[in-house]
């Protein structure tokens, strides 16, 4: 029997997670299959019902139903609780375990594939909305000092909040940047899908900094800006391929090489 998956979002057609999969798939000799299914905006939770009672072992969680995806989940993972969010349930004997795959995809493709080691490194985290809240733990776990930056500065201060257990965490306004540097450099807002610029002062980026994008398939103002000064620039792709490698990894058990697949998405961007 192949055991059935899928990503649900609202819109879900560009979403390149089947490809992923598939490759993935045969990658490993897993006998899966992987679907776009676009879910009704109010009928996520009918949506998924009807996925458990068709025998899927489980989906990948897209915009716009993250954060109801983790109230679904009578299993949250303690990344997936930090989160407030959740991009993976896994179908279990009629429990629902969730789990946010995002922080721990970003932290892998920086260290692993971009070779930057986040230990004891200021890290400049921009945004404070769900792509943000998703991945300061594992940034933390992974050893960075956090700086987050928002252009309302109180939801920057209340997400590092959010983080104050897990230590050195914290959140101020873009004017409070001046003078600051950083090895690494995160955008999680999503001005790049309008091409808005972020007032960053042009000193934030250390020598040999890494601007990073969460965003992928285009260059974005913040990835030309950075470039220009003198930053190392990358874009989210890897993070993509390494979120869906942990999904795998959560209901398969093996670990898939994201190197061919990267070099795959590439191909076909």
């Not at 939770?45 to 009807?50: D, H, M, Q, V, Y």
């Amino acid at each position: 029997m192949t055991d059935k998956y899928a990503v649900i979002g609202n819109p879900v057609s560009h979403s390149k997670s089947p490809l992923i999969h598939r490759i993935f798939a045969e990658q490993t000799g897993q006998d899966i299959s992987y679907e776009a299914i676009e879910a009704p905006l109010d009928g996520f939770a009918a949506t998924i019902e009807r996925l458990r009672e068709q025998g899927y072992k489980g989906c990948n969680v897209t915009v716009p139903f993250k954060f109801e995806a983790f109230g679904l989940a009578s299993q949250p993972s303690e990344r997936a609780r930090a989160a407030r969010a959740v991009n993976t349930l896994k179908f279990d004997a009629g429990e629902i375990y969730g789990d946010n795959t995002d922080g721990a995809g970003l932290v892998r493709d920086i260290e692993h594939n971009l070779g930057v080691s986040l230990k004891n490194r200021r890290v400049l985290l921009m945004g404070a909305g769900g792509a943000a809240y998703g991945v300061v733990l594992p940034l933390r776990h992974a050893g960075a000092r956090i700086a987050i930056a928002n252009r309302t500065a109180e939801k920057a201060r209340q997400l590092a909040a959010a983080f104050s257990a897990s230590g050195d965490v914290s959140g101020c306004g873009y004017d409070e940047l001046a003078g600051q540097q950083f090895e690494a450099v995160i955008n999680a807002t999503s001005a790049g899908l309008t091409d808005s610029e972020i007032p960053l002062p042009t000193t934030v980026f250390a020598p040999g900094a890494l601007a990073y994008d969460m965003m992928y398939g285009r260059e974005t103002p913040f990835m030309k800006f950075a470039r220009a000064h003198g930053a190392r620039v990358s874009d989210g792709l890897g993070m993509l391929v390494e979120q869906a490698a942990e999904a795998f990894f959560i209901w398969r058990g093996v670990r898939p090489n994201t190197a061919p697949v990267m070099v795959k998405l590439r191909e076909v961007a």
